[in-house]
């Protein structure tokens, strides 16, 4: 159920798993996602931001093993780019692995959650960014 401090947000999910993908989604919607994108890997997530027919996602959750390009390559680019890097991007992941970790936080991730999916944990992620971002932060004018 959606909280009475959320208030509507776009998401962009990265996730190759359908059923992953089916479970964040849900779990997104009741925080209060009015619009989810999800695409497959990190090409589809880049020509997808890339593409000034779409507007720019308030929050991209990201998996970081995915084909053609894999979640740490997407989100190096993101944050190096001057039109994505205020993006807030929560890595949704396998591994647990502390390079991975540590290498997330490097590259500039907001937060860093583990699957299978503790949704408390995922809703927490998802709730501090809320709270640091997308409620407080001045918006950028949207192209």
């Known amino acids: 159920m959606m909280t009475a401090t959320a208030r509507p947000y776009d998401v962009l999910l990265v996730e190759d798993d359908l059923a ?29 931001l890339r ?3 779409n507007r720019k996602p308030d929050l991209i959750v990201l998996d970081l093993n995915m084909p053609r390009m894999n979640g740490r390559e997407l989100l190096a680019i993101i944050k190096e780019d001057q039109a994505l890097r205020t993006i807030p991007v929560v890595v949704l992941t396998t591994s647990a692995a502390p390079d991975d970790v540590t ?41």
């Open 20 to 48: 992953d993908a089916m479970l964040i989604g849900d779990a997104l919607s009741e925080r209060g996602a009015r619009n989810l994108t999800q695409v497959e890997d990190g090409m589809a997530a880049l020509d997808y």
């Open 51 to 53: 593409d000034s027919e």
């Open 103 to 143: 290498g997330a936080y490097q590259s500039h991730a907001n937060a860093y959650v583990t699957k299978p999916v503790n949704l408390d944990d995922f809703n927490r992620a998802v709730q501090s960014i809320d709270a640091f971002y997308l409620d407080t932060a001045t918006k950028l004018p949207r192209e």
